[in-house]
């Protein structure tokens, strides 16, 4: 009976629509795959079973049919729109299950307990139009992939009654999911839920039965909220007002935790759980708290709201329970400032709060207080509101004496986000130590940092000589360009520092360094040659962050400066594009006209070095001397070749003259094949077009992308990770029109 419900669904559900042969031939494959692995197999299927040759499949259902072993991928099923496979015994999922799926609307995995563990892929993006996604009860471990942003029609995430661990991701706040249950997590889901507050479209969300910790955060965004399940949870503090105004919400279950403060009043039509354990001050809504309750709750909300101190204590009484003349928050990963409200407790002898993260002043306590604050390095650095405390993983400016606090204890003059003081650089540095210096050059010398937290950071510190008008004006010019643009594949700016004639500049830590060192001094520094597969993708990368600064971010820039010393790799050997201080607005008109020549000699285009004329055609020969560098190993400029060899442009165009030359012209290090000489064949075409003489026929970087993709698709990462950045920051499509699979000479000519 089950196998001829099984054959009555298949039957049931197959959509069969026309399409071409090779996808039938695909659809069929993937159906005889499905067949051979399902267990036990379907009554009346057969592998001579040829339902139309299942053209064109769009919906599968196969739940409660109490099927076994592993599924089999899917992955040819691209008009695969409704996937039902829940309630069964499956085995193991595949690793390409998720691969192809490019139509699916629907898919549920729940009740598949004998799952072995896995986790969420990547690949799951692929399926853009996915709207539910049920797997509940299918034993996925580990952490969510940060995912959901790029799963547009998302709107029914149903994970409950698994093993995730982690936070819940920042991807969720660009997602459209109305209902998200990730409830009954074994080890549990942990962190704070504040990206709750941009999912505008939730109307559902049950988050109980984890370790969720912090405050609620504000939902009054979620106007259509209409049932909120935060119960058994670590959750502090006090209960938002704007909670209780959210008129769509008819049932809130908050019992359970830890939250503190007024019993809340909820409207009559909303049904409220809030039994066992809290920490509530009084069991009446809507009355106020005792003034020292209240005054006891700010310092608690300056402190986050630790766990300790609302495990421990409740009621309306601020002298119940707990022995207020020793405070323990040691250890409690605290992330803000000690509270100046602290030194009103003149009962208080110790105040232990070592092992955090604390920043700021220390408060003027009474010389009766003991303060156990080891394990602190940034606690006693001046850190004002409004200062770059939010904006920067380092602190903000201000100083300090041997860790006390200076002057009256409260912040020094406000500065401008992304400012950080001279004095929380020079600690991270070891006071600029030899020891951690990672490069010279022209501008000053780059520093290597690590912050409290382990953080790897880069510092540029400009010489002093070099604070000409000139030097003030890249210094300058760099922080403008990277406060206005963000991309995966320019190096990041994390804050900066005015301060006499000191100027540093804090940019993330790219830890193998430059392409330079990879590409011409990979011996003498310890590793092995770039593969042509490295090469190539960091091409692509860096192609993708020039292409944003031309033309995807909100303002448009030509760096102007591209060479491989300005380009670093992090240790996946992925590129970003770094040092801006010659980036230079893209002209309203054709062109501007530079009267002094920026950049390096070797990558200047001709008509820049003849007339000082600039447009983005000047980064884009540049990108197509690092690609012939790239091809041969060799440098831009090199006074050890002879004359002919010294400048690689005209030599390589040399070598263009007959294809027979380019074997003998790439790299020697690289090993070669038939399929990686037909992809360099394409590279050295694609840099010798970005090389011409004339501007106008240089290829644009959107077209140089989409030459580049297919050649990066032969092996992975694949490009559709980044393949609507465009889309991401202005809600349209990149269309270049351009035809990637059309030689590069047609796609120029059109």
């Known amino acids: 009976m089950g196998h001829q419900r099984t054959l009555l669904h ?26 051979a692995a399902l267990s036990p197999a379907p009554s009346g299927w057969s ?61 549920t995995l729940t009740q598949n307990i004998d799952l072995a563990p896995w986790s969420i892929p990547t690949e799951l993006t692929q399926a853009t139009s996915l709207v539910t996604f049920y797997a509940s009860n299918a034993n996925i471990n580990g952490s969510l992939p940060d995912i959901f942003a790029s799963l547009p029609s998302l709107q029914d995430l149903r994970l409950s009654y698994n093993n995730l661990t982690g936070p819940l991701l920042k991807s969720f706040g660009g997602s459209g999911i109305k209902n998200l249950w990730l409830n009954n997590q074994l080890t549990g889901l942990s962190g704070k839920i504040n990206v709750l507050s941009s999912m505008t479209q939730l109307s559902q969300a049950w988050l109980h039965k984890n370790q969720f910790t912090g405050p609620i955060p504000d939902l009054s965004n979620c106007t259509s909220l209409f049932d909120l399940q935060l119960h058994y949870n670590q959750f502090t503090g006090l209960i938002p007002a704007s909670l209780m105004l959210i008129s769509s919400l008819k049932n809130v279950s908050l019992d359970n935790t830890e939250l503190q403060g007024p019993y809340p009043k909820f409207p009559s039509g909303t049904k409220v759980t809030l039994d ?3 920490s509530f001050c009084l069991t009446t809504p ?41 405070l323990r928050f040691a250890g409690d990963n605290h992330h803000c400032s000690i509270p100046d409200a602290l030194t ?116 540029k510190r400009m010489k002093s000589v070099a604070m000409s008008s000139r030097g003030m004006k890249q210094f ?53 040659p770039l593969t042509w597969k490295e090469r190539i993708i960091i091409a692509l990368d860096v192609a993708r962050g020039v292409e944003y600064l031309h033309s995807l971010a909100q303002q448009s820039f030509i760096h102007r400066d591209l060479k491989p010393s300005n380009i670093l790799l992090g240790n996946d050997r992925r590129a970003k594009v770094a040092d801006f201080g010659l980036v230079k607005n893209v002209p309203d008109g054709k ?63 040399h070598i263009l003259i007959n294809k027979d030359n380019i074997p003998n012209a790439i790299d020697q290090t690289l090993n070669t094949n038939e399929e990686t000489m037909e992809s360099i064949y394409k590279v050295v075409e694609l840099a010798g077009y970005c090389t011409t003489r004339e501007s106008y026929q240089r290829p644009d970087m959107g077209h140089v992308v989409n030459i580049l993709c297919p050649l990066v698709e032969q092996w992975k990462p694949t490009c559709h990770e980044e393949e609507h950045t465009h889309s991401i920051f202005h809600g349209e499509e990149d269309t270049y029109g351009i035809d990637p699979h059309m030689s590069l000479s047609l796609t120029l000519e059109g």
């Open 276 to 278: 066992g354990i809290n």
């Open 47 to 107: 592998a001579t079973t040829a339902c139309c040759n299942w053209k064109n499949l769009t919906s599968l259902s196969l739940q409660s049919n109490s099927l076994s072993g592993p599924i089999p991928a899917l992955a040819n099923l691209s008009s695969l729109q409704q996937l039902y496979l829940d309630n069964n015994n499956f085995t193991s999922i595949p690793n390409d299950f998720f691969q192809g799926l490019t139509s699916l609307q629907i898919l």
């Open 591 to 653: 062109y501007s006209v530079d009267t002094q020549l920026a950049g390096t000699f070797g990558y200047f285009a001709p008509e820049y070095a003849a007339t000082g004329r600039v447009t983005t055609k000047v980064d884009v020969y540049a990108f197509g001397v690092i690609l012939m560098e790239l091809i041969t190993g060799r440098k831009a400029l090199d006074d050890t070749m002879s004359n002919e060899g010294s400048q690689l442009v005209p030599w390589f165009r």
């Open 344 to 459: 009103n407790m003149t009962s208080l002898q110790l105040l232990d709060v070592s092992n955090n993260n604390l920043t700021g002043l220390i408060p003027n306590f009474a010389s009766t207080l003991k303060l156990v604050k080891s394990g602190n390095p940034l606690l006693g650095i001046n850190t004002p509101s409004g200062g770059s405390g939010g904006n920067s993983p380092l602190g903000s400016n201000g100083t300090t004496n041997n860790g006390n606090p200076a002057g009256t204890g409260t912040s020094g003059s406000s500065v401008s986000p992304g400012m950080i003081a001279g004095i929380v650089i020079a600690v991270v540095t070891n006071n600029f130590s030899e020891d951690n210096i990672l490069g010279r050059g022209g501008f000053g010398v780059v520093y290597k940092g690590e912050l409290y937290d382990g953080t790897k950071i880069a510092v």
């Open 286 to 326: 809507g009355l106020a708290c005792d003034p020292q309750v209240t005054t006891l709750l700010e310092i608690a909300a300056a402190l986050e709201y630790p766990i300790k101190l609302a495990s421990s204590w409740s009621g309306n009484n601020a002298c119940n329970q707990v022995d207020f003349g020793y």
């Open 10 to 35: 298949l039957y049931t559900y197959i959509s069969l629509l026309t399409l071409s042969s090779f996808t039938a031939a695909d659809d069929a494959a993937a159906m005889s795959k499905l067949l």
């Open 476 to 528: 300058d010019a760099e922080i403008a360009v990277l406060t206005k643009v963000r991309h995966r594949h320019l190096v990041a700016l994390l804050g900066y520092c005015l301060n006499d004639n000191e100027r540093l500049l804090v940019f993330e830590y790219m830890p193998q360094g430059t392409l330079t060192q990879h590409l011409f001094h990979w011996g003498e520094n310890g590793c092995s």
